[in-house]
């Protein structure tokens, strides 16, 4: 018989960051939801710790780390509910963080993912980077999120305490649900790690369904707790894999983004250089250079797809425009999305 509800935890040497926050997630969730860890090839004691200190969760052995897309991925075949959630180890939920965002998609099968308010656990009064308030991205494909435009943070003064239609749902807290999970294929493990929550979200609404963000549903989140913002490898993931997800899934917009998009970078790279980022710098022409190569993995049958899709919302003007140019450094300063 299958569960309603999984929550997978993907941990990778993270003996430490289960100890500190596998006790709220089996605290909140035990009553509604199976709690899953699924180890990614760990080298230090998790599985010791897990199997001593938390016997009442289920762990799943992956024998090698194939990063987050391969290790859900990996582990997932061996979960049989109705809904996953994707919970990062570095997350502490709260009392009826599972309930409302569940209750929601109950009431709409067209709502594929979702995910609830991600607060920072350092400051819990501010919004975290990874998701805030739901995320967006701008015409260009430039992610950013309501209570998080760039490295600019809102304090929750509840402003976002509704439920709507987003583009994407954050990877730190991801609600899924598990038909439309495998339909899709799941993660695209040619990302490795960062931006395939995006992807994943834009191949759900370009196949009918929609992504919703709840604010009834509040966790905190560490952040940055594999690879710290200002690390190469994280901004060489970052400037790849948005192209990859572009070339995927812009259908016949994808040429004239990808140039301008070619010029923006160039320019990501020179201010890098200038602020003592060299090795930033070289990150985002490697990018480009592995995403020519690339390509080649998405034929054209992957990348041509349905019209018949409900409206993306996707931001009409320039992200980087608003924020740099015109100052506006919140998202109920930005112009109407008409």
């Known amino acids: 018989m299958s569960l309603k509800v999984a929550v997978v935890i993907l941990n990778w040497n993270g003996r430490k960051l289960l100890q500190q926050f596998l006790p709220s997630v089996i605290r909140h969730s035990g009553s509604v939801a199976q709690v899953i860890v699924a180890d990614n090839g760990s080298s230090d004691d998790s599985i010791a710790v897990l199997e001593k200190e938390f016997p009442s969760v289920r762990i799943i052995r992956n024998d090698t780390n194939r990063g987050f897309t391969g290790g859900y991925n990996d582990a997932l075949q061996y979960v049989d509910a109705e809904y996953f959630v994707l919970l990062n180890s570095d997350v502490e939920v709260t009392a009826n963080w599972i309930e409302p965002i569940i209750s929601l998609m109950d009431s709409d099968k067209k709502i594929g993912a979702c995910q609830p308010k991600i607060l920072s656990y350092h400051d819990k009064t501010s919004f975290e980077y990874a998701g805030a308030g739901g995320g967006f991205i701008d015409y260009l494909g430039y992610p950013f999120c309501r209570g998080r435009i760039f490295n600019d943070l809102e304090k929750d003064l509840h402003q976002y305490d509704d439920t709507i239609p987003v583009f994407w749902a954050t990877g730190a807290c991801m609600f899924v649900r598990a038909d439309v999970y495998k339909q899709l294929g799941g993660l695209d493990t040619e990302f490795f790690a960062h931006m395939e929550e995006i992807d994943l979200c834009w191949r759900m609404q370009l196949k009918g369904y929609q992504v919703y963000y709840c604010g009834k549903s509040t966790v905190y989140h560490v952040g940055g707790g594999t690879l710290a913002k200002n690390n190469p490898r994280k901004t060489y993931l970052n400037f790849r894999n948005n192209l990859l997800m572009i070339y995927k899934n812009a259908g ?22 200038i602020t003592n980022g060299k090795k930033d710098a070289k990150a985002v022409l490697e990018a480009h250079r592995d995403f020519r190569k690339m390509r080649a993995l998405y034929p054209a049958s992957m990348t041509q797809k349905s019209t018949k899709t409900p409206p993306l919302t996707i931001y009409k003007r320039s992200i980087l425009w608003d924020y740099y140019l015109c100052r506006r450094k919140k998202y109920t300063s930005l112009p109407k999305n008409d």
Do not use: E, G, V, Y
Request: net charge positive; proline share 0%.
């Open 252 to 273: 016949h917009h994808r040429s004239s983004i990808l140039l301008k998009r070619r010029f923006f970078d160039l320019l990501a790279a020179l201010k890098f250089l």
